[in-house]
């Protein structure tokens, strides 16, 4: 199935600055609200049901044999039936 991508933002934030933008989406998922995402004149509204899949992913990239980049993704996947995935075990994240 082809990938669109509907809204991208990469930019350097400070941990403060993530853990701001990362609290919203959490406070938003709580709430059962709406995440909009916007910068500039673009901007996207989504509504996750209940259950989405969450995929959490630590990545290195690069040679092999020397420093690469190393990153965490997350993830919210749902059908846009509003179906989520099945859970493939306990996730913990301290």
Known sequence: ?????????ESNRSREEIAAYLRTVADSLESGSEITLSRGGESVTMAPPAR?????KAEREGPADGPGELSVEFELEWDEDGGGGDADGDLTIE
């Open 1 to 9: 199935m082809p990938e669109e991508v509907l809204f991208k933002s």
């Open 52 to 56: 989405p899949t969450f995929e959490v």
